[in-house]
């Protein structure tokens, strides 16, 4: 850890959970971490040092002179619990995921996960499903043990048996269990036709349950608002596309009959 961690603090947290994200379908866990940290004080506490797991595809030109190569940053922030005896709460955020060396990632994210004694991992995704963006989208929980699944049971998450978790948001709790560290994702539905979009609907129902597994208070007021416009706008995308589509294979009733220069034909009469 010494060696791919630059620390920048050293703070003493009280049995701290962690929430480490990366970007993935849906942007779900990003928008849940960016959320709060607008509503939440994080102080910094670490980063991973980039060139271990990224190499760069090129470079920037500013006025003719070239930069230096920019990497994917992954840092970590620390907020202590303003509850008495509350958890604190660290926050991963990695700006990519590595075309390789996951595996390695997450282990190096888990090394400072148990420098300071964290008793819970905690990821977020999306869970790709054949809901409608009209409907309200529900959460489903998975965890590393029959314990922390009994437990998201209680909290009436969905189970769905068997799925699968793609990327570094279900590649680190599989490392976790390897470590024996408890781990749990929710994963927020989204639409299998919007997979490409940004999803706060999926984001708020996630951070619903979440915020009270990691033991903060967090003010949902602007993310619900920024979800409900999101669902009017796919409202309206939706409704002219399919104005689109009726457009392109309908003909009007007052066309037909036309020929390709747009002259009324005329039936010839029989011999």
């Known amino acids: 850890m010494t060696n791919l961690i630059k620390l920048t603090a050293r703070p003493k947290l009280n049995t701290p959970n962690m929430l480490a994200v990366w970007p993935g379908v849906g942007n779900v866990s990003i928008i849940i971490a960016s959320y709060l940290t607008t509503k939440l004080r994080f102080k910094d506490l670490a980063e991973i040092l980039p060139t ?10 500013q006025d003719s002179i ?7 940053q992954s840092k970590f922030y ?23 060396k996951s595996y390695d990632l997450a282990n190096c994210v888990l090394d400072l996960a148990e420098r300071f004694h964290v008793k819970r991992v905690f990821t977020c ?26 437990n998201l049971k209680r909290l009436n998450l ?21 470590r024996e560290i408890e781990g749990i ?15 706060p609907m999926a984001a708020l129902a996630v951070l619903r349950p979440l915020s009270r597994m990691l033991d903060i208070e967090v003010d949902l007021v602007e993310l619900g608002r920024v979800a409900e ?43």
């Open 78 to 100: 620390y907020r202590k619990n303003d509850l008495a005896g509350g958890s604190d709460l660290i926050l991963f955020m990695g700006d990519d995921q590595p075309p390789t």
């Open 229 to 271: 416009e999101t669902r009017e706008k796919m409202k309206q995308a939706a409704a002219e596309a399919m104005g689109q589509y009726i457009d392109y294979f309908t003909q009007p009733i007052w066309e037909q009959g036309q020929d390709e220069n747009g002259e009324e034909g005329e039936e010839e009469d029989e011999p």
């Open 185 to 199: 994702c929710l994963l927020g539905e989204v639409p299998q036709y919007a997979s490409r979009m940004p999803n």
């Open 158 to 178: 969905k189970q769905k048996g068997n799925l699968q978790i793609a990327g570094l948001n279900g590649i680190l709790l599989g490392v976790a269990k390897q």
């Open 125 to 150: 995704a999306a869970a790709l499903t054949r809901i409608h963006h009209t409907e309200q989208p529900k959460v489903w929980g998975v965890g590393t043990n029959p314990q922390m699944v009994n």
């Open 52 to 61: 271990n797991f990224f190499d760069p595809t090129g470079v920037l030109v």
């Open 66 to 72: 070239i930069e230096a190569p920019q990497f994917p």
